[in-house]
Each structure stands twice: as structure tokens, then as C-alpha cells.
């Protein structure tokens, strides 16, 4: 196991991480660009990260957000946690609203369809993500609302 990634772990566990997280997708998304999307700060501790693209539903414009990610049965899954904010991230109302969205995962890009993992098939998928970042459960009992799950899956 990479060493850093017990210390991104953690430091995703405290709860003033989000007020610098602005700051840290800025950092973030400048690494990628220079290294082309093959490195960033979660790969860097060896935790999986994909950049998703999907139109906005207000502008229509194209929104690109780093996230963590799982590799998953030929695609991935992703949680709208927000790092346990109480409101959903933005991403998650536009890829709720798209037909479809694109994934940069380690330089390759991929047209992928989306789902929303409901009931049991969620839960299943839960424990998938937390077995790659454990605070997804805390940041769960930090919020009333249910995280949602997607699946991302190649065209």
C-alpha cells in the first residue's frame, strides 16, 4: 500500500477539509493538466481519481470535476459525499439531469452512461466504495441526507 494513503485518509476525515476544497480541486486540476490527467493528488496516495465531465443543467456548459472514484466492473463508481457537507455537490444535480457524461481516467478518455444505484444494489456498492475511502461513512453520519451512489459505465 502506498504510504501517503493512510494520510489522505485521515486527512479526509476532518472536518474543516471542505472549507479549502475550492483550494485543493484548483491544485488538484492544475496537476492533471501539466501531467495530462496521468497524476493526481488522490493517485499520488494511491487512491483512484477520474475527472468527470458532464453539461451543466443551468448553462448547458461542459463542467469538469476531479473525484474519487472506484474502478468497478469495467467502469467506475462515484459518491456524491460533498465531503460530508449537507448539501450534494453540483455535479450531482447536472449528472442527474444529463443523458450522458465523459470520464478522464489515468489520460484515457471514456463516453460513459450513468445510473443511480437504488435499494440493495446501492448498499452493495456502499461497501465498495468505503472499503477504497472510509470516511464515505462518516461523512454519511455527518449529513441527514443519503448519499448517492452512481455507476459510470462505458459507451
Known amino acids: 500500500m502506498n504510504p ?7 486527512l479526509g476525515s476532518r472536518p474543516w477539509l471542505p472549507r479549502y476544497a475550492c483550494v485543493i480541486v484548483g491544485v488538484d486540476r492544475a496537476i492533471q493538466k501539466l501531467t495530462r490527467g496521468r497524476l493526481t493528488l488522490l493517485t499520488a496516495s494511491g487512491l483512484p481519481e477520474l475527472m468527470l465531465t458532464v453539461v451543466g443543467r443551468k448553462t448547458g456548459l461542459p463542467r469538469t470535476t476531479p473525484l474519487l472514484c472506484v474502478p468497478h466492473d469495467g467502469g467506475w463508481l462515484v459518491a456524491g459525499s460533498n465531503w460530508g457537507n449537507p448539501d450534494p455537490p453540483a455535479w450531482v444535480h447536472n449528472l442527474r439531469a ?3 457524461a465523459s470520464v478522464r481516467f489515468r489520460g484515457t478518455d471514456t463516453a460513459v452512461s450513468v445510473r443511480i444505484a437504488e435499494g440493495a ?7 465498495v466504495l468505503v ?3 472510509p470516511n464515505y461513512d462518516l461523512y454519511a453520519e455527518r449529513i ?3 448519499i448517492p451512489v452512481f455507476v459510470l459505465i462505458p459507451k
Open 131 to 133: 472499503a477504497t475511502w
Open 4 to 10: 501517503l494513503r493512510p494520510v489522505a485518509i485521515r
Open 98 to 100: 444529463a443523458d450522458g
Open 144 to 146: 441527514e441526507r443519503e
Open 121 to 127: 444494489e446501492r448498499e452493495a456498492l456502499w461497501r
